[in-house]
Every structure is written in C-alpha cells, then in structure tokens.
C-alpha cells in the first residue's frame, strides 16, 4: 500500500487571489466576467477545485495574465516527478 | 422557441438568478444547519414509515415534514441537484453529477435491502410449507411501503449534496 494519491487540487498552486485583488475586483465581480457562481470563485481561490482548461484560459484572460501567470506546479511535486 | 416558452425560460432564468445570489437562506447554508437538516430528512422518513405501518392517518405529520424538509435542503445548496445543466457552471456540474452517482448508490442499497426482505420472507414461508405466499396489508401499510421507495429518490438528491457541502 502506497501513500494515498493527491488530487489534482493537491498539486496546482494558483495566483487568482492575489490577481483579483491586484484590480480591486470582488470575487463576484470576477465570478461573473468569467461566468462562474461566487462561491466557486471561492473555491477556485482556495485551491479547492481545479478549472477546465477553458475556465482557466477565461480567468487568465478576465485577468490580463498568462495561465502560466495563473497557476503552477508545487515545487515539491516537480521534485517528487523528477525522483 | 414560441413566445410562450420563451417567457416561461425568461422567468426560470429569473428565478435561478434570484436564488443562486439569495443570502436570505443563508441560515440554511451553515454546516451545523446542513447536518441538522440531513439528520432530520432521515428521522422524518423513519418516522413515516413508522406510523403508517400503525395508522393510516397520522403518518401524513411526519410525511409534510418531509416535504419541508424536502424544500428547505433544496434551499441549502440552491437547488444544485435539480436545475437543468445550462444553469450550472462547471463545479457545481461535477458536483451534481457526483451526488446522483452517491445517491443513485444509496437507492441502490434501499431497494436491496427491500428485495432482500422480500425474498427471506419467501424463503420462510417455503421452509413452513405455506401453500401460497400472502402479504395482508392495510391502506397504512401499503402507504408506508409506498413512502419508504419515494421518500429517498425525493429527498437523496439533496441530501446527499447537502452533507458533502456541510464537510467543506
């Protein structure tokens, strides 16, 4: 038995947060440029849920970021796949 | 689309608007309430069940309870379970999706449990050499029976998605 695998939530680190209130957005403000309900702006901002690949395109743009911008790999999981 | 379900499609989109910025409920929404409201969905159902076994009457008190607790947990996760997809954004598309598999599974094992039953019931008659099978149920009974199946499909939903929400 292994360790117990990490979700998807577990290994992408997201900048939406600090972007949004770069603006002086609420997160409902956001919410709705994107087209999404304010308490999964929420958990979008947690690190609680993972976008679509199209979501995440539409928060970098909303944004005026690169998705690389946006969100990344955690440190420790770059060195865990290299190992 | 004809103008009649063009106004009907402009009022649900209205209603929906309405209810996912709603804070008035907000009551409702606070894990505490959440748990409480599940718990109390499952007593109610028991509960039916229960009296209607005993009267034909009095199981309609716990059984319009159920409704209102019915309404009361589509209110706590803004009626996620039941709004047509278009009205969703993704998250809560998975997390409706997610609920009906769970709650489909709970079902699952409600209707076996009952299957189950029916045929260790067979089982025993055949064991005391009963000649033919014979189930003697009251207008009660066969209302409990009735509720014990609809209770769940009405209520799981939900429920299901209220707890998983409550642990968040």
């Not at chain 1, 970098?60 to 290299?82: D, P």
């Not at chain 2, 009457?57 to 947990?73: D, E, M, S, T």
């Not at chain 2, 299957?115 to 149920?137: G, N």
Request: hydrophobic letters at 45%.
């Amino acid at each position: 038995m292994g360790r117990k695998p990490a979700t998807e939530e577990d290994l992408i680190l997201n900048h939406i947060e600090d972007n949004r209130t770069r603006l002086g957005w609420s997160r409902q403000e956001l919410a709705d440029r994107v087209g999404v309900h304010y308490q999964t702006m929420g958990y979008l901002e947690r690190g609680e849920y993972s976008p679509s690949l199209v979501l995440a395109l539409r928060l970098a743009q909303a944004l005026g970021v690169t998705i690389e911008q946006l969100f990344s790999l955690k440190e420790e999981t770059n060195h865990e796949s290299k190992e | 689309m004809s103008p009649k379900n063009e106004k009907q499609e402009a009022a649900l989109e209205k209603r929906v608007a309405t209810l996912m910025a709603d804070t008035s409920w907000n009551w409702t929404r606070t894990t505490l309430a959440r748990r409480a409201l599940v718990i109390l969905g499952v007593l109610c159902w028991v509960a039916t069940c229960t009296v209607f076994v005993w009267s034909d009457i009095w199981g309609v008190i716990p059984l319009a309870l159920c409704f209102a607790v019915y309404l009361l947990l589509r209110v706590s996760v803004r009626s996620i379970a039941d709004l047509p997809d278009r009205f969703l954004d993704e998250r809560q598309l998975k997390l409706r999706n997610r609920t009906y598999l769970q709650a489909y599974q709970l079902i699952g094992g409600v209707v076996s449990v009952m299957a189950l039953a029916l045929l260790l019931f067979t089982i025993s008659q055949d064991v005391q050499k009963v000649a033919s099978y014979r189930f003697d149920l009251s207008f009660g009974q066969v209302e409990a029976v009735v509720w014990f199946f609809f209770i769940p499909m009405l209520l799981l939903p939900s429920a299901v998605l209220t707890w998983d929400e409550a642990g968040r």
